[in-house]
């Protein structure tokens, strides 16, 4: 009830700028620094249902916390793509900063793929992750690495596109200028890659990662690693003993040499950007369609040549009945001919 209280404030707080309309609201979700909320804005004419992000109330008063919300939406201000949820606005009232943005009806990734229509269709949807985030991705990273693609920050929309959100741990391309301390880098471990578990040196190579990881995680239909604990999963990321864990996933054929490039230990052997990682699925999807249509060339030659062939097969056997039936009256015939001499 707090909460509720506390919410309804802040978006009065926002109806002296705009949101005067507000008829519905709720909790959508919580991180580590924000929370985001479902709202509904109606009126006589119009009708618009979108998402508001608010920084936690603890963190109000915390000028790096704020800084971050900024940068986050000065970063994503800055892009537009089909496959990236809108940014419609952002701003402050007396207490709190908000962002405004596109509400997505399908859920993230993570509820999205126990539903039964993503099971019965886990090969394609994959492919699709990987087409549509690979194609944010692209625009993405000529600006700045996303350093968070996890299923939690991939929307499913109504439309059947996958869609990338939550920016709070992108950075620039080049090296920050102005470290931000580990307390507000936290990121979600099971779908780092090895360089970002060091702290080493992570750049558009790690999303890549994360992005083959979190397809693999889709296809299977399980987490890829169970509940095994952070500092576990740590070590077994940077061993890169997790590729026993792809390689017997059995994955499809068109997916399998995409995502385990992919997911390399060394960033030198994954693919070098997300263009390069939708032409290889385009390649292998090409390759897998002309295995399919030769072998079913070979179907229908086989069964062309069968059906060609079963008229001559016909008319031998029509030949051979003819010629036994005929074969007595040729024999009978010169002993007719000579019982009718003698008659």
């Known amino acids: 009830m707090l909460v509720e209280i506390l919410l309804r404030g802040f978006i009065l707080g926002l109806s002296e700028i705009k949101w005067s309309d507000v008829v519905a609201v709720r909790r959508l979700a919580v991180g580590g620094m924000a929370s985001v909320f479902l709202v509904d804005r109606l009126n006589s004419r119009f009708r618009k249902r979108i998402v508001i992000k608010t920084i936690l109330e603890k963190y109000i008063s915390d000028a790096a916390v704020r800084d971050l919300f900024i940068r986050e939406a000065t970063r994503h201000a800055s892009l537009a793509h089909p496959n990236i949820v809108q940014l419609f606005d952002f701003g402050h009232d007396s207490q709190s900063l908000y962002m405004a943005l596109e509400y997505v009806s399908g859920g993230n990734l993570s509820t999205f793929s126990q539903s039964e229509y993503a099971k019965d269709k886990r090969e394609m949807l994959a492919r699709r992750v990987i087409e549509n985030i690979g194609s944010a991705l692209s625009t993405v990273h000529k600006f700045m690495i996303h350093g968070d693609i996890s299923p939690g920050n991939i929307l499913y929309g109504p439309d059947g596109s996958f869609k990338?959100?939550?920016?709070?741990?992108?950075?620039?391309?080049?090296?920050?200028t102005s470290p931000i301390s580990d307390q507000y880098q936290k990121g979600t471990i099971r779908y780092m890659a090895p360089e970002q578990i060091s702290r080493s040196h992570s750049d558009i190579r790690s999303d890549i990662f994360s992005l083959g990881i979190t397809a693999a995680e889709f296809y299977s239909g399980t987490r890829l690693y169970g509940d095994l604990p952070p500092d576990q999963l740590a070590h077994l990321i940077r061993s890169g003993a997790y590729l026993k864990h792809i390689q017997r996933m059995n994955l499809p054929e068109s997916l399998y040499d995409v995502i385990l490039r992919a997911v390399q230990?060394?960033?030198?052997?994954?693919f070098q950007s997300a263009d390069d990682l939708l032409l290889a699925l385009?390649?292998?999807?090409?390759?897998?369609?002309?295995?399919?249509?030769s072998s079913l060339d070979a179907s229908l030659r086989w069964h062309d040549n069968a059906d060609r062939?079963?008229?001559?097969?016909?008319?031998?056997?029509?030949?051979?009945?003819?010629?036994?039936?005929?074969?007595?009256?040729?024999?009978?015939?010169p002993l007719i001919m000579l019982w009718k001499k003698r008659t």
């Not at 230990?265 to 994954?270: A, C, G, V, Y």
């Not at 062939?309 to 015939?333: A, F, G, I, M, Y």
């Open 282 to 293: 385009s390649c292998q999807r090409r390759l897998a369609s002309s295995v399919d249509r």
């Open 164 to 176: 990338l959100c939550d920016f709070g741990l992108a950075r620039d391309l080049l090296p920050e």
């Open 309 to 333: 062939s079963e008229p001559k097969r016909v008319s031998k056997l029509s030949s051979l009945l003819s010629l036994l039936l005929t074969l007595p009256t040729l024999l009978l015939l």
């Open 265 to 270: 230990p060394s960033p030198h052997d994954r």
